[in-house]
């Protein structure tokens, strides 16, 4: 199990290092030419469903014992809500289910509470990754096998049993189901019904606030960026009046540029007219910032706000989760992505801090992994300048990354 809020209460890993593992699944389809599907789980009222009982009897479970468990105790105790209407407030009820949802705790209570879950899916042969009450299961298997949607069906109605035994409610109707067909094999239509309701295949999901769709193309996604930021930027536009240049830019770096950085690793390795679109919506925020027209040439603009363009701000991030990988701060599985670059024997460039780039072909094969994590980011990695790469810390590695890039789109 990955699970990104852990169960020692420690700090939660970012939200694009859990969706960067989808695109492992272009390395199971290029390697054994098998077939891959996602199901995303969707839960009804989760945070308010959750037992105190059984969620105490599950702490104890992982030996969490003494002014600790105490301390839980006390957490949950004594908790009650009222309903106000008009100006009138009923009267309180004691709560005996439920965790705070908006609280820092909410979230780490709920996985420690779901924790027995993953042997549930485990025993389907289902690998599967959790945030908070978001739970993705994968299954990579040969086209020929048939079996599939029994497998996902018995599994959907074990996890569905299991939700029923601790006071969860798994909702079939709003549960997502995605293909990812090998190259060159038939895509699967294959709906699966579990307790009455059928959990039919989609083009795409939306997961997280990342639209995927079953080619991996993320199109639609950048499509809804784009609408999204458009929007925002129409209704800024409407009062430049009211606006410093200052308060403009704070407005759109936080309505605007925030949604064009969400996860934008993932769409690392696309070609520049699949991103164009959001190129011109960062062009068109620029503009506004300094309440330019539409064809003002953007790149001084740029330069100026000390914006990045997108294929560097996607280049950016991708090395800083590489930088995290090789010291070994990420995630496991990103970080069996990348290998360090050992010459076999001692040399000057051991210390050059390089990493293993596999070959961009898949062998046997006339197509290429270019797009993949591991081939890509490697790339990009060695191209750095040795100073970057050997970056101390992270702050210092995100400043030098940052200063580099810079120089190199706009100097």
């Known amino acids: 199990m990955t699970c990104l809020i852990p169960t020692n209460l420690g700090s939660e890993q970012a939200t694009p290092q859990r969706l960067l593992s989808l695109r492992s699944l272009r390395l199971f389809t290029g390697k054994s030419r098998s077939l891959s599907s996602v199901l995303l789980l969707d839960l009804s009222a989760a945070f308010d469903t959750v037992d105190h009982r059984i969620l105490l009897s599950s702490l104890v479970e992982m030996e969490i014992s003494g002014s600790a468990l105490t301390w839980f105790e006390s957490y949950l105790a004594d908790r009650s809500y009222q309903v106000a209407w008009r100006g009138s407030l009923s009267s309180p009820h004691t709560l ?10 909410g979230p780490v209570l709920f996985s420690l509470y779901t924790k027995s879950l993953g042997s549930v899916i485990s025993a389907h042969g289902f690998s599967y990754h959790c ?13 020929s096998d048939t079996q599939v949607p029994a497998r996902i069906s018995a599994c959907l109605a074990d996890i569905s049993a299991w939700m029923s035994t601790h ?9 997502e189901l ?11 239509d294959a709906s699966i019904t579990v307790e009455g309701s059928i959990v039919s295949p989609s083009q795409s999901a939306r997961s997280l606030g990342v639209t995927l769709d079953n080619q991996l193309c993320f199109s639609s996604h950048i499509s809804a960026i784009t609408w999204t930021c458009r929007f925002s930027l129409h209704n800024i536009r409407r009062i430049p009046p009211f606006l410093t240049q200052e308060a403009t830019q704070l407005l759109v770096q936080a309505l605007v540029i925030s949604r064009l950085d969400y996860c934008n690793s993932l769409l690392a390795g696309l070609p520049a007219c699949a991103i164009k679109p959001l190129q011109l919506v960062q062009n068109a925020a620029a503009r506004l910032v300094f309440n330019q027209p539409k064809f003002t040439h953007v790149t001084p603009l740029l330069s100026s706000l000390h914006w990045l363009p997108i294929a ?5 991030k ?3 989760l590489a930088f995290q990988a090789a010291r070994g701060t990420a995630p496991p599985y990103l970080q069996s ?15 050059s801090g390089k990493l293993t780039a596999p070959s961009l072909w898949v062998p046997g094969s006339r197509s290429s992994r270019s797009r993949l994590f591991s081939v890509l980011v490697p790339r990009w990695w060695n191209d750095l300048p040795q100073s970057v790469r050997t970056a101390e ?7 030098r990354l940052k200063t580099h890039l810079f120089r190199l789109h706009y100097h």
């Open 131 to 143: 945030y908070a009450d978001d739970t993705q299961l994968f299954l990579s298997f040969p086209p």
């Open 178 to 188: 995605l293909f990812f067909p090998a190259k060159g094999s038939p895509t699967i």
């Open 167 to 175: 006071h969860l409610k798994l909702n079939l109707g709003k549960t």
């Open 337 to 351: 992505l990348i290998t360090p670059d050992t010459p076999p024997r001692l040399l000057r460039s051991a210390s």
């Open 312 to 316: 560097a701000r996607i280049r950016f």
């Open 318 to 320: 991708s090395l800083v």
């Open 96 to 105: 005996s289910t439920g965790v705070p949802q908006g609280s820092v705790l």
């Open 393 to 399: 810390s992270l702050p210092i590695f995100r400043k």
